[in-house]
C-alpha cells in the first residue's frame, strides 16, 4: 500500500460517513437539540437571575457540552457495526487506527461543530461577557475533538453489548473531567481579564496526546469486539 | 525465569500454590495488624494539633496508597493480557478490581470520618478528594464493563484496555484537579501538608501500609482461586480437586 492510497482511504471513508448522515439529517439536529435543552433547563431550575446566571455560563455550557457530545458518541459505530461494514473495515488493508481516525473526524464535523456555531448564541442569551465568548468558542474548538477521540474507545469497548448507555457513561466521563477543568478555567479567568495561555495549552496537549494513542486504543477495542 | 513465568501462570499451578501460601500470609498478616493497630492506637503519641483523631491516618493512608498501587497493578495485567494473553493476569485484574475499589471507598470514607471534626465538613471539593473520588468512578467503570460483557475471555481484554488507558489519565486527571482547586484559591483550612512526622508515629504508620500490602495479597489470591474455579469449572484439573472424574 503506497502513501497516496492510506490518503484516499482516508477520505472516502470521511465522505462516506458524512453523507450517510446527511442523508439522513434528524440525527444531525439531535445532539444539537440535547444540548440547547439542557442549557434552558438551567435558568429555569435556579432562577433567572442575570448575574448568577452569567457566573456560572460556563459552567453550564461546558457540561452540556460533555453530555450532547456523551450521548452522541454511540453513532461513532453502531450503524456500520449494526451492518457489518465495521467488519469490512477490520478486514481491509488500511492500518485501522487511520480509519478510525476518519470516523471520528467526521463525528466531531457533525456533533462537534454544530455546538461550536450554536454556543455564542447560548452564551449571548446567559449574559456571559463578551470577552470570555471568545475563549469559549477556542475551548471548544479545541476540547471537543478530544471528547470525541476519548469518547470513541468507550463506544469501541461497549458496541456489543445491548444495555452499553450507562456503561459507556461511566467509562467515559471521568475521563473528561481534565478537559472540564482546563475549559471551564480558561473562560473563568477571560472573564476576569486574567492570561489564558496555560489553559489553552493545556488543551492542546490533550487533544495531540488523544489524538495520538486515542486511535490505537479504539482499534484495538473493536478488534476485541469484534472477535 | 520465563519458565517459572509460564509455570506460575498455569492455573492448576497458581491454584495449589496461592492455597499453600494463604495460611502463612494471613498469620504475617494477623502479626502485622494486631502490631501496627496497636503502635498506632497505644504507643504513638497524641498529636499536639489533632488530639486523638489524628489516628485514623493508620487506617487512612494505607488504604489511600493501596488504592493507587492496586490500579497499577490491575494495568500492568492489561499490559500482560494484551501482549500474551495470559489467563491468569485476567482473573488477577478483575479479582484486583472490587479490592481497588474498596480500598478506595475506605480511604474516602475514613477521610470523611476524620474531616467532620477537623475541618468541620464530611466533604470538601479539594483535589485529592476529587481525584479520589474520580479513581471509584474508573474503579467502578472496570467493574461495571467486565460484567456487561458475558464471554469473560472477551471481557477480560475489553478491562485489559481500560485500565490501561486509565492509567494514562489517572495522572492527568490528579494534576488537572490539583491546578484546579489551586486556580480557584481554595479554602485553606484543607491544605493538608504532611507535617515532619514523629518517628513513632511513622513506623506503625509502615507496618498498617504493609498489613494492608499483605492483606491485598491475601483478598487477591482468595477471590482469584474462586475466579479460577469459576472460569475453568470444565476443566480436568477442577474435576480432580472435587474428587469428581
Not at chain 1, 439529517?25 to 439531535?30: C, F, I, P, Y
Not at chain 1, 478510525?100 to 462537534?112: I, N, S
Not at chain 2, 498529636?47 to 489524628?54: A, L, R, T
Not at chain 2, 484546579?180 to 484559591?185: E, G, I, M
Request: net charge positive.
Amino acid at each position: 500500500m503506497n502513501r497516496l492510497s492510506l490518503t484516499q482511504a482516508f477520505i472516502f471513508l470521511l465522505r462516506r460517513d458524512l453523507t450517510l448522515v446527511f442523508r439522513n439529517r434528524g440525527e444531525l439536529a439531535n445532539p444539537l437539540l440535547f444540548f440547547i435543552l439542557v442549557i434552558t433547563l438551567f435558568p429555569l431550575a435556579i432562577g433567572a437571575i442575570p448575574e448568577l446566571l452569567a457566573r456560572i455560563a460556563p459552567g453550564i455550557i461546558w457540561v452540556a457540552a460533555l453530555l450532547a457530545a456523551m450521548l452522541s458518541l454511540d453513532s461513532i459505530f453502531r450503524s456500520d457495526f449494526d451492518d457489518g461494514s465495521l467488519e469490512q473495515l477490520l478486514l481491509s488493508a488500511h492500518p485501522m487506527p487511520v480509519l478510525v481516525l476518519a470516523k471520528v473526524c467526521a463525528h466531531w464535523l457533525v456533533t462537534g461543530l454544530p455546538l461550536l456555531i450554536m454556543a455564542p448564541v447560548l452564551a449571548e442569551m446567559l449574559g456571559m461577557a463578551s470577552e470570555a465568548q471568545g475563549i469559549l468558542l477556542l475551548t471548544i474548538l479545541i476540547g471537543t475533538p478530544v471528547l470525541s477521540l476519548i469518547g470513541a474507545i468507550g463506544v469501541a469497548l461497549t458496541i456489543g453489548l445491548r444495555k452499553g448507555g450507562i456503561i459507556l457513561s461511566l467509562l467515559v466521563l471521568p475521563l473528561y473531567v481534565p478537559v472540564l477543568i482546563f475549559a471551564a478555567s480558561a473562560i473563568e479567568n477571560a472573564a476576569l481579564g486574567l492570561d489564558v495561555s496555560a489553559q489553552i495549552n493545556m488543551l492542546l496537549a490533550f487533544l495531540f496526546l488523544a489524538l495520538s494513542l486515542s486511535p490505537w486504543a479504539t482499534a484495538a477495542a473493536l478488534k476485541m469486539s469484534m472477535s | 525465569m520465563y519458565l517459572w513465568f509460564n509455570k506460575l501462570g498455569s492455573p492448576p499451578h497458581f491454584y495449589r500454590i496461592a492455597g499453600k501460601w494463604l495460611p502463612w500470609l494471613s498469620a504475617v498478616f494477623a502479626l502485622l495488624l494486631i502490631t501496627g493497630l496497636y503502635g498506632g492506637l497505644v504507643y504513638a503519641p497524641t498529636d499536639y494539633q489533632q488530639g486523638e483523631s489524628f489516628r485514623i491516618i493508620y487506617i487512612h493512608v494505607p488504604a489511600a496508597w493501596m488504592s493507587l498501587f492496586v490500579y497499577v497493578v490491575m494495568a500492568f495485567c492489561g499490559v500482560v493480557i494484551i501482549v500474551w494473553r495470559m489467563k491468569l493476569a485476567e482473573v488477577v485484574l478483575i479479582s484486583s478490581a472490587p479490592i481497588g475499589a474498596s480500598f478506595t471507598f475506605l480511604a474516602l470514607a475514613t477521610g470523611s470520618l476524620w474531616g467532620k471534626p477537623m475541618w468541620g465538613t464530611w466533604w470538601v471539593w479539594d483535589a485529592r478528594l476529587t481525584s479520589e473520588l474520580i479513581l471509584l468512578f474508573l474503579y467502578l467503570g472496570v467493574i461495571g464493563l467486565h460484567s456487561a460483557i458475558d464471554d469473560k475471555r472477551i471481557a477480560s481484554r475489553a478491562v485489559a484496555i481500560l485500565a490501561i488507558v486509565g492509567v494514562v489519565n489517572i495522572p492527568i486527571i490528579h494534576y488537572s484537579v490539583e491546578w484546579w482547586n489551586s486556580l480557584h484559591q481554595g479554602p485553606t483550612v484543607t491544605k493538608f501538608d504532611k507535617p515532619s512526622i514523629d518517628m513513632r508515629m511513622l513506623i506503625p504508620l509502615l507496618i498498617m501500609a504493609l498489613s494492608f500490602q499483605i492483606y491485598y495479597v491475601i483478598a487477591l489470591f482468595q477471590s482469584s482461586r474462586a475466579e479460577l474455579l469459576r472460569r475453568e469449572r470444565n476443566s480436568k484439573w477442577v474435576a480432580e480437586l472435587s474428587g469428581g472424574n
